[in-house]
């Protein structure tokens, strides 16, 4: 043994004697070759005067810690002789400075130890016991950082001790402050000491919590009112130096709900959040949402934030806001009117001053969305809300121009501005104005209307051969309303009406005298015409008669309307008059109209009975998946399903194959016994795959996790073990539903290359035929699928090599959703434990090129890869050989899934569901039969009626359309005089001229318009 020599010291002057088994000097040859572990080759030496041969120069190793072997052999006189060397270096002179700290972090506030050692060249612990204390060199700490970084207290503390090993080692006291981040601590010593310096890269973390702070997020409003709320506060657990603390633990913190007054003594602003001003810091932060602060008045005002923690106390957070005087609305008023009253057909401009807190309008954008003008009255209430549209706003004066829609309906009308406000800096709130009224009058007289109404029923049909005909009257105790173009009732002073008996509709061939009233034919005050009762006289009873040999004789009467003495009169009520003289025939009418009205009624229902069906077979059809497969096609359906019922019906259920679990009989039966309702079973026994191969091969490469026992709580689980371990029975795996790994879809939200799922597009039939028949006997009738999508989807489409699909080829799901859980609710934590987050494939081929194109082209890992064809490729890219390949057969495994006969009766359920469809399609086809036959009938009655009614007609020839047209009149005439078609208000447009309906026009009034033409 060599020792003392300095650590990479050359040792010269070695040699090797022979000696005997005594010890002795052994006589030998003079020449020997040598051969030594510190140099290549052999060497031929001769031995020196002392009769030893001398030795090459021996390098020391460098690493003081560990004593070297070298080794010597010699061959003198045919002999081989070999002998040891062992060296024990020693540390050399000390050269410079070293850290010994194990920590790689320290923590921001805290103090901490900094262990530093005298090392030589070779970086070797030097004693430096040959040194007095007073001698020793005192090496510096600097910390080094590109940030602001400080030393507590002013410095650092330090002192040579004696360590464990009675070594000298000095050790450095100190705290540091600054931002979180890499820093780098420098050790060095004065130039005379000749000591070089050592760099120690260090992580300056985060320190223990010492404050909060309260922070506005980036789109907060740059400033504050008296009245505003702001979106959020975020409130901050910070360090000494503020750095943010994410990793502290759970605590509550207050946002006062009263904000201090920096400039008067005694006033508060009131501050409130949403859901409270209590919250619980988790990560380290808390936010305040939707926080709403009133200031009494303008000033400076400090939002404060406590800690409720008994255990944790740190400085509270205050934040100082400058409130000023608010753009908020506080009053509205409506200044000036263009007119207290319009016409109808008409509308009102109208002009609201908004006064703001601070004295300053606000902004036009702000006006537009959030004033607005309500129209409210008995009249308005009759038909859609009455409005107004913004037309003009001086931002400098603060007054905005509305102008109202078109009011038809006369009457006293309420007008009231309402700001509703928007902008979210200043919360929500509505301002309303004062009411003011205006009215609006009726429009030029243009038409009559009767009185009542269903006075006009016995003008439907008259006998010519009726006794009573000239005595009894037409229309009995009736008065006549003068009205507008929109049906309002108006008077006209003066006004004067007369009855006139017509032959032809075009009221040109009058009966002179024809008819009379008892009532008066001048306007009364209130625009009442009333005439009482309306007949015939001698002359018109005569003409009513005449005409034997006619089936019927059809005229018109008709009231004319004069507005004063020198306004020319016009026709302003009209109606037809259809005297028969064949009883026999207007008995067929009457039965016509009585049949034509049930035929209408049997038609609706059927329809609604036929739209029922439709509804009915489309969302069938969609439950079953047909896709777009025409509903006239159902046999290939129907044949296609019969055959999957047989395919399943002769597979049958499979047992579940547990011989490898039979050792634990007992151990289960115990086990069972101690945990109760909370011992769930074996894995192999909570889910079933209907697929053998993949049984097969998913149970040889998952086997492990189908020889799991489970249960609900851990509290079970230990009870078992314990209960176990007592009774000496051999323990198996198990494990607790408590802290099963669930399936996380957070990640389906980054997977922006492809937005459908697996399980989706392999129902859609996107992924072929076999993956659809593997998902559907998963998931029919049991789970819904877990959402997961490939590795490749979360890359960007533009980075995919070209070749590969959204689909890649041969591939066939995910594993947990092509097995179906026995118990529900499972597959997103039993199933997904079992499998894990592996994927099918139908052979390896296809697998392998898809790692190779995710591996190599996207940078992205790919999942263990299950293989029908027995392999795996596991996630490293290793695919197995024929030592871990799975059997040919399931029956040769040990432990595997069974399957059931869930999918037998699934396949049952939509053969049915299938048969009932094409029922309802072929009632449905009835149906529209019965619709189209019954339409047919509903006409027929309708020309009948029309025959009928211009088979026997007087004087000029009315052909089938004219017809037709007097009886839509009539129809339009029982409505009321002023009613107008009804019309989408999406479709109504604003009209410039009030004498213009905002409705199309109706038959009625376009007839009018003719009569006065």
């Not at 045919?78 to 002179?93: A, D, F, K, N, T």
């Not at 038809?408 to 009411?435: D, I, K, M, N």
């Not at 009995?476 to 003068?482: N, P, V």
């Not at 969609?622 to 777009?628: H, K, M, R, S, V």
């Amino acid at each position: 043994v060599v020792e003392g020599v300095g650590a990479g010291a050359v040792v010269e002057g070695l040699e090797a004697g022979v000696r005997d088994a005594t010890g002795r000097q052994a006589p030998c040859g003079r020449v020997a070759k040598i051969t030594c572990s510190w140099v290549q080759g052999t060497r031929q030496a001769s031995a020196g005067a002392s009769g030893c041969f001398p030795l090459p120069p021996l390098q020391a190793p460098t690493n003081c810690a560990e004593v070297v072997s070298f080794w010597v052999r010699l061959v003198v006189d045919g002999i081989v002789l070999e002998s040891s060397l062992m060296v024990r270096p020693v540390p050399g002179p000390p050269r410079s400075w070293a850290v010994s700290s194990e920590s790689a972090k320290v923590y921001c506030g805290e103090p901490f130890v900094v262990h530093v050692e005298a090392v030589d060249e070779h970086q070797n612990r030097c004693d430096l016991a040959d040194l007095a204390a007073p001698d020793l060199p005192v090496p510096k700490v600097e910390p080094v950082s590109e940030r602001e970084l400080e030393v507590e207290n002013g410095g650092w503390e330090g002192a040579w001790e004696r360590d464990e090993d009675d070594a000298r080692t000095f050790v450095a006291r100190l705290a540091l402050r600054g931002e979180q981040g890499p820093i780098a601590l420098r050790i060095y010593s004065d130039e005379g000491v000749g000591m070089a310096e050592d760099l120690w890269q260090v992580t300056l973390a985060p320190g223990p919590p010492s404050r909060l702070t309260l922070n506005l997020p980036a789109d907060a409003p740059p400033e504050f009112y008296t009245t505003c709320h702001v979106a959020s506060v975020v409130c901050h657990v910070r360090d000494v130096w503020g750095n943010p603390i994410p990793s502290c633990k759970e605590f509550e913190v207050v946002l006062q709900p009263s904000a201090r007054s920096l400039a008067d003594e005694g006033v508060f602003a009131q501050v409130s959040c949403k859901g409270g001003n209590r919250h619980k810091v988790s990560g380290g932060t808390c936010s305040f949402e939707d926080v709403s602060i009133k200031c009494p008045k303008p000033g400076r005002y400090a939002l404060v934030c406590v800690s409720k923690s008994r255990k944790l106390s740190v400085e509270e957070a205050t934040l100082e806001i400058d409130a000023k005087c608010s753009n908020r609305v506080v009053s509205l008023e409506v200044v000036e009117m263009q007119e207290a009253e319009c016409q109808a057909g008409g509308g009102i401009d109208l002009e609201v001053a908004l006064s703001t807190e601070d004295g300053v309008a606000p902004p036009r954008e702000a006006v537009e969305d959030a004033l607005r003008i309500i129209v409210a009255g008995e009249e308005a209430a009759r038909e859609e809300p009455l409005g107004a549209r913004l037309v003009d706003y001086c931002a400098e004066k603060g007054r905005a121009t509305f102008a109202t829609d078109k009011v038809t309906r006369a009457g006293s009308y309420g007008v009231t501005a309402c700001f509703q406000e928007t902008r979210a800096v200043l919360g929500s709130y509505t301002v309303r104005s004062l009411s003011c009224q205006f009215s609006v009058v009726p429009f030029e007289p243009k038409a009559l209307s009767l009185v009542p109404r269903d006075a006009e029923a016995a003008l439907s049909m008259i006998r010519a051969s009726d006794e009573t005909l000239g005595r009894r009257p037409l229309i009995s105790g009736c008065s006549f309303q003068l009205q507008d173009i929109y049906g309002n009732a108006t008077t006209a002073e003066g006004a004067s009406i007369s009855f006139h008996l017509y032959e032809d509709e075009q009221h040109q061939n009058e009966v002179k005298g024809a008819l009379s009233c008892t009532g008066s034919l001048e306007i009364d005050a209130e625009g009442l015409f009333r005439v009482g009762d309306v007949g015939t006289t001698e002359a018109g009873a005569d003409f009513l008669r005449r005409g034997d040999s006619a089936a019927a004789l059809d005229c018109h009467v008709a009231v004319r309307c004069r507005l004063g003495r020198r306004q020319k009169p016009f026709v302003a009520w009209a109606r037809p008059l259809c005297c028969s003289n064949d009883e026999a025939q207007a008995q067929r009418r009457q039965e016509l109209a009585s049949r034509k009205a049930s035929l209408e009624g049997r038609l609706q229902e059927k329809r609604d009975k036929l739209r029922a069906l439709e509804d009915a077979t489309v969302s069938a059809k969609e439950d079953l998946g047909l896709g777009t497969r025409s509903l006239r096609n159902l046999d290939a359906a129907l044949g296609e399903q019969r055959a999957k019922v047989a395919e399943a019906e002769g597979r049958g259920s499979r047992p579940a194959i547990a011989r490898a679990l039979s050792k634990f009989k007992t151990a289960s039966q115990v086990c069972e016994r101690v945990a109760g309702a909370d011992y769930v079973g074996w894995m192999v026994a909570q889910a079933t795959c209907e697929h053998e191969n993949l049984a097969r091969v998913l149970s040889w490469y998952r086997r492990n996790k189908l020889q799991v026992m489970v249960f609900g709580t851990g509290e079970a689980m230990r009870e078992a073990r314990h209960e176990l371990k007592e009774k000496r029975q051999e323990i198996p795996d198990m494990i607790s539903a408590e802290v099963m790994r669930r399936h996380d879809s957070r990640r389906r939200q980054t997977a922006r290359a492809c937005k459908v799922t697996s399980a989706e597009a392999a129902l859609l039939g996107q992924m072929g035929c076999l993956s659809k028949r593997l998902h559907e006997d998963a998931l029919n009738g049991s789970d819904d699928p877990l959402p997961c999508h490939l590795p490749h989807h979360h890359v960007d489409r533009q980075q995919w090599p070209e070749g590969l699909e959204a689909w890649p080829k041969g591939f066939l799901g995910h594993t947990y959703n092509l097995v179906r859980p026995r118990r529900k609710n499972t597959r997103s934590t039993v199933v997904y434990t079992m499998t894990g987050t592996t994927l099918v494939f139908d052979e390896w081929t296809n697998a392998y090129a898809y790692f190779k194109c995710c591996r190599r082209d996207l940078k992205c890992d790919v999942p263990t890869c299950f293989n029908l064809d027995g392999t795996m490729v596991d996630a490293d890219g290793v695919l197995v050989g024929t030592r871990a390949k799975c059997p040919d057969k399931i029956t040769q495994l040990k432990v595997a899934l069974g399957g059931s006969d869930e999918a037998v009766q699934g396949e049952r359920r939509k053969l049915k569901r299938i048969e009932q469809l094409a029922v309802m399609v072929a009632e449905m086809d009835k149906c529209k039969g019965d619709v189209t036959a019954t339409k047919r009938k509903v006409q027929e009655c309708r020309q009948e009626l029309d025959r009928l009614s211009a088979g026997g007609r007087v004087g000029r020839p009315q052909s089938q359309a004219a017809a037709a047209a007097l009886m839509e009149l009539d129809a339009n005439q029982a409505a009321g005089p002023a009613e107008e078609e009804e019309v989408p208000s999406s479709q109504k447009r604003p009209s410039p001229e009030p004498q213009q309906s905002r409705a199309r026009p109706s038959r009625r009034r376009r007839m009018i318009v003719e009569m006065e033409e």
